[in-house]
């Protein structure tokens, strides 16, 4: 089975940098799109960032506009492991990150929970206040 383990979440300071994991096993993570979104407490999920393999080597990405400039979404397919990288420009809110793969082969970049087929269990993000 396709499993999808998120690292690196915790305490944080507002506005500190942070690099969250996503390793992925049990299937061709290359084939793979992948997404992060976020869910805080009692609210919604939402979409932050999403890649896609594209030939031998080549990457897609796609960032929600509301944390283009924020957050980075990387992947290394040699080590079936999606990032996603917050910089230090703006504070977040405390969140849940998931990390979710989508197996079909149309590559759109879905900003759409719905269209992913397995998730992960998700990683607390706390930001101190």
């Known amino acids: 089975q396709v499993q999808l383990v998120e690292s690196g979440g915790g305490v944080v300071q507002p506005g500190a940098s942070l690099t969250l994991s996503c390793i992925v096993s049990?299937?061709?993570?290359?084939?793979?799109?992948m997404g992060w979104f976020r869910q805080p407490p009692g609210g919604e999920r939402e979409f932050v960032a999403s890649s896609a393999s594209i030939g031998w080597s080549g990457i897609t990405a796609k960032h929600s506009d509301s944390v283009k400039g924020r957050f980075t979404v990387s992947r290394d397919n040699a080590k079936n492991t999606l990032y996603l990288q917050k910089n230090n420009r703006k504070s977040e809110a405390t969140a849940v990150y998931f990390c979710?793969?989508?197996?079909?082969?149309?590559?759109?970049?879905?900003?759409?929970?719905?269209?992913?087929?397995?998730w992960g269990q998700g990683i607390q993000v706390t930001v101190n206040s």
């Open positions: 049990g299937g061709r993570f290359s084939r793979y799109q």
């Open positions: 979710a793969a989508k197996t079909s082969k149309y590559i759109n970049l879905s900003h759409r929970s719905a269209n992913y087929d397995y």
